[in-house]
């Protein structure tokens, strides 16, 4: 997709981005969390992260945080709502190393903002995801709390720098109370009278897809590895009888041939974002008379190329 073409005469900003990499849950979970490395750094990045649904804290995980704790530049995490599968946010951030659920930083010329939309609200208070605490009706999960609100309103006021954020949950179609993170993003373009607020990625949705709303651009970064369609995907034709028993989302799930990722590419004018192509491992949705897509979210193997004009 090109929404405009990007300057790069003045300075670049690098970065490799991936999403839901459940590493744990694949049979390739450390060549996928690999090739996203060697990809960062072959492309000498200045930054690398990840959306969230990353690998749990236990010895088993170890090879993928290890993996990932071999790039030498900064690191940045993302909470996902199955990274507290079986931990409390506090457990999961502080083995993961983060400052918080949710926190900025710069890098260059431009404010990084990561959201944090893993609270449950029932109309009266949030609760914060836990231990799996979250498997209730949906219309009650995806949530970004009031005071993290008002702490993104602050943030967006204290810098004068062009702000990209960052979520699990994509903020256009995927957080129960996305409007009202809108309303704050767009707000703040209004208050500087101009596109202070430029781009906004998201994952969890596993899927890809680029929109505009009110001059922001939303990107859903797709899995590293799987997409989830919740019916049996006749995952016997696709591994031994051993790789399903160990697995068990592998019978609900489509999982791609090649990891997922891409190099994000930032300057004063506009993005560029290189992303990769992968091809359902058969029998494939089309195999198996699948719709092009779950719902909302388009059922496809790739992220795309994209270019935006700030």
């Known amino acids: 997709m090109t929404v405009s073409a990007c300057s790069t005469k003045d300075k670049v900003l690098k970065f490799a981005i991936a999403s839901d990499f459940h590493a744990q849950d694949v049979p390739d979970g450390e060549h996928r969390v690999y090739s996203f490395i060697d990809a960062a ?7 690398i ?7 749990r804290l236990d010895d088993n995980s170890k090879i993928y945080r290890d993996l990932w ?5 900064d690191k940045y995490h993302v909470i996902g709502n199955h990274d507290m599968d079986k931990y409390t946010p506090e457990e999961y951030i502080k083995g993961m ?24 609200y029932d109309g009266k208070k949030y609760v914060h995801y836990a231990k799996a ?11 970004v709390d009031q005071e993290q609100l008002e702490w993104l309103q602050k943030d967006l006021q204290s810098t004068d720098k062009k702000c990209v954020l960052f979520s699990h949950q994509s903020i256009e179609r995927g957080m129960n109370n996305g ?15 101009y596109k202070k607020v430029v781009l906004a990625f998201g994952g969890h949705n596993h899927s890809n897809y680029t929109e505009v709303i009110n001059g922001i651009t939303y990107m859903q970064i797709n899995s590293a590895s799987y997409v989830w369609v919740g019916e049996p995907t006749a995952t016997e034709k696709r591994y031994p009888e051993s ?5 068990g989302i592998l019978k609900y799930s489509m999982t791609y041939d090649q990891p997922l990722y891409a190099i994000v590419k930032l300057n004063s ?12 491992m058969p029998p494939t949705p089309k195999d198996l008379n699948m719709k092009d897509s779950l719902g909302l979210f388009p059922l496809v193997s790739i992220i795309e190329d994209i270019k935006v004009k700030f």
């Open 41 to 47: 750094k072959k492309n000498k990045v200045d930054f």
């Open 269 to 280: 004018k506009g993005v560029s974002v290189k992303g990769t192509k992968a091809k359902f």
């Open 133 to 143: 605490n979250y498997y209730v009706d949906m219309k009650k999960r995806a949530f």
């Open 49 to 55: 992260i990840e959306l969230g649904d990353f690998c």
């Open 243 to 247: 790789v399903n028993k160990k697995y």
């Open 179 to 193: 409007a009202d993170v809108r309303r704050i993003l767009e707000t703040e373009n209004q208050r500087v009278g």
């Open 69 to 73: 704790n071999s790039f030498e530049g």
């Open 97 to 120: 190393e983060m400052p918080g659920s949710y926190y900025s930083f710069d890098k260059g010329d431009f404010h990084f903002i990561v959201l944090d939309g893993n609270n449950l």
